[in-house]
């Protein structure tokens, strides 16, 4: 007798990778929610933050000097000359009569190579520096292979990126200040050229000026150096720092120190009273914004003056410092959170392997996790 039994079938088997890739989801959601949670609170204790200032009164000199508008810029050295030498005709290194570094001088031999049509001489076409030299004796060149590089001594260009705003100040021959990171002392050159044509960058736009300054020695190519180009100078007069100079409505003063008081000297802000100082109207000049220029017969170069200082703290609302977020509340994001609005968030029942993320609910907790 015949029976029609069906084989017994195999309950599905759940893939590993798909449990993986639900496991990796919730914690990607559980981390957005610690990151939310996190900013709230931040913002929470911001606004319930106060902001304190404290004063202090600092005692300087008055000086006698200038101020000046000075437009600046960095970059890498290159040289105004700098030619890399080939052989004509392929053939053998016979002699190298240089180093690299050392000096040369024009019409200099540098190397002789040897080929089917003879010996061909390698000369430096100027005074300058010997910066590559690829080959040695015996050597094999190909024709149009590199033999050598020199620099020449006329001196090195910088290019200098000047604002807008500035650029109508610059022009050609200009004086251009140079210092090099590599090399002490300070060195002038001047604008060589003048690009008229902008380049714009988040709303502003920049002009290419290039700038050049003589030969130094022990400068390489691509040396860092900084240069500096005066628009504007004021002159020389009564010089003090911006914050010594007070305004009310069309009026500009300064005050005078305490007597017995020395250049250096620091007041915090409940030691002097200002209505107890000397108060002197000034005409005020240029400005660095660090320095200003000043004008009144009543003060001379010397007279010690008080410059206020103001710096800010935040303090929480329990008179903490706030310098940061910090860590997450609670210490970490061990078992479970800490600290979160609404009570602690415990996964250690959560059901990461029948979790779906579809049914996740707008509210409440999380299907499967303890409370």
Do not use: W
Not at 29 to 49: E, G, M, T
Request: overall charge negative; some cysteine; aromatic content about 6%.
């Amino acid at each position: 007798m015949k029976t029609n039994a069906k084989p017994a079938q195999k309950p599905p088997v759940k893939k590993a990778g798909f449990r993986h890739r639900k496991r990796i989801l919730v914690i990607v959601i559980l981390l957005v929610i610690a990151a939310a949670a996190a900013v709230f609170l931040f913002r929470l204790r911001s606004q319930n933050a106060d902001v304190s200032r404290i004063t202090t009164y600092n005692v300087e000199e008055i000086t006698y000097g200038n101020v000046s508008t000075t437009v600046s810029g960095s970059g890498t050295l290159t040289p105004v000359t700098s030619e890399t030498l080939t052989a004509s005709a392929a053939g053998e290194v016979q002699s190298v009569n240089f180093s690299v570094g050392d000096e040369v001088a024009a019409n200099d031999v540098i190397a002789v190579i040897s080929g089917d049509s003879g010996d061909e001489e390698i000369t430096s076409p100027c005074d300058g520096v010997l910066t590559e030299l690829p080959i040695a004796a015996g050597d094999e060149v190909a024709r149009g292979g590199s033999v050598a590089m020199v620099m020449g001594k006329d001196g090195f260009t910088m290019g200098i990126a000047v604002d807008e705003l500035n650029i109508s100040s610059i022009a050609l021959d200009q004086e251009v200040a140079f210092t090099i990171d590599a090399v002490d002392g300070d060195y002038t050159g001047s604008v060589t050229e003048i690009s008229y044509n902008g380049s714009s960058s988040n709303g502003s736009t920049a002009f290419q000026i290039t700038a050049e300054v003589e030969y130094i020695e022990g400068v390489y190519p691509g040396m860092s150096a900084s240069a500096e180009i005066v628009i504007e100078d004021s002159g020389d007069g009564l010089i003090v720092p911006v914050d010594a100079v007070g305004t009310s409505g069309d009026e500009n003063y300064v005050y005078l120190a305490p007597s017995g008081s020395e250049p250096g000297d620091s007041y915090e802000e409940d030691a002097i009273n200002t209505e107890d100082l000397t108060k002197v109207t000034v005409e005020t000049g240029m400005s660095d914004g660090s320095y200003i220029m000043i004008e009144s017969d009543e003060l001379e170069e010397g007279d010690l003056i008080v410059v206020t200082q103001v710096t800010s703290s935040l303090t929480g609302a329990e008179g903490e410092n706030e310098s940061g977020m910090g860590g997450f509340p609670g210490g970490g994001m061990g078992g479970g959170m800490e600290g979160f609005p609404g009570g602690d968030m415990d996964f250690s029942d959560f059901d990461f392997e029948n979790f779906d993320p579809s049914q996740m609910p707008q509210g409440g907790s999380f299907p499967g996790m303890g409370e």
